[in-house]
């Protein structure tokens, strides 16, 4: 059984910085992707980034690329999300989830993931 843990949320001024971490137990097959989601108040889940754990190809969706950065660290089955330059719209609580990459699914695609963790909130003050 895969278990998720997030941590590393909280509130930030805009243009301030904060890390996520994820902490990945249970998880033996490398094969895993593990994604950062993404939730405000009243829209749709959204997938910010992915990482996939054998290769360590990474993607984003653009409205993060070039502010935050996915990363992994494997001996402590930990997979990390640096949040930089921070904006009030990136208000929302943020999952991460994992699974094993299905041939016909995206990775934005939040119903591709079995496993989830509890979540975080991240709070962007103006």
């Known amino acids: 059984q895969v278990q998720l843990e997030e941590s590393g949320g909280g509130p930030v001024q805009a243009g301030g910085s904060l890390k996520l971490s994820c902490t990945v137990s249970g998880a033996t097959n490398r094969r895993y992707r593990v994604a950062w989601f993404r939730q405000a108040p009243g829209k749709d889940r959204e997938g910010v980034a992915v990482?996939?754990?054998?290769?360590?190809?990474?993607h984003y969706i653009d409205s993060v690329e070039g502010r935050f950065t996915i990363s992994q660290d494997n001996a402590k089955n930990t997979v990390f999300l640096q949040m930089d330059n921070l904006q009030p719209e990136d208000t929302a609580i943020y999952y991460c989830a994992a699974d094993l990459p299905t041939i016909g699914t995206r990775w934005s695609d939040s119903g591709a993931y079995k496993y989830w963790g509890q979540g975080t909130a991240v709070t962007v003050s103006s």
């Open positions: 990482i996939y754990l054998n290769t360590g190809y990474t």
